[in-house]
């Protein structure tokens, strides 16, 4: 309906799709290139996607975690947010490994399918997710 803003669990699943995207684009711009260098319109187009992804994710999780968290610990709850992203970096360079052994689309698609699954999971759990949240 008009006006009426989406769950949050929601705001986390457009956030994974639209970053899934953007490695989409990653993947195709490699495509398209075939043994020539990608344009760095590309990558900059990914970062900016990216971004856009990043805004609708952490901002929704910061929100949920300070208001959830018992004021005593709040700031704890806070960091180990950070922590969780600092981890999920490190499954990133992690994910790095197989940069050499995959062809660039290939790539690139892993980490779409990874993070788009992400989307999937959250929107077809965003139901439960958002009644244990209580963030509706």
């Known amino acids: 309906?008009?006006?009426?803003?989406?769950?949050?669990?929601?705001?986390?699943a457009i956030g994974c799709a639209v970053f899934a995207s953007?490695?989409?684009?990653?993947?195709?711009?490699?495509?398209a290139a075939g043994t020539a260098k990608v344009n760095a319109l590309w990558p900059t187009l990914y970062h900016v996607i990216a971004g856009l992804g990043f805004i609708y994710f952490v901002p929704v999780c910061l929100s949920i975690v300070s208001r959830a968290a018992p004021p005593a610990?709040?700031?704890?709850?806070?960091?180990?947010?950070?922590?969780?992203?600092?981890?999920?970096?490190?499954?990133?360079?992690?994910?790095?490994?197989?940069?050499?052994?995959?062809?660039?689309?290939?790539?690139?698609?892993?980490?779409?399918?990874?993070?788009?699954?992400?989307?999937?999971?959250?929107?077809a759990l965003r139901g439960p997710l958002s009644r244990a949240l209580e963030t509706d």
């Open 73 to 123: 610990i709040n700031a704890l709850m806070i960091a180990v947010f950070y922590c969780s992203v600092s981890i999920g970096s490190v499954a990133s360079g992690w994910l790095g490994r197989f940069f050499e052994t995959l062809t660039g689309a290939e790539f690139w698609l892993l980490h779409a399918a990874i993070v788009g699954t992400g989307a999937a999971v959250l929107f």
């Open 1 to 12: 309906a008009r006006g009426t803003e989406p769950r949050a669990v929601v705001k986390f």
């Open 22 to 31: 953007g490695f989409v684009l990653l993947a195709a711009a490699d495509a």
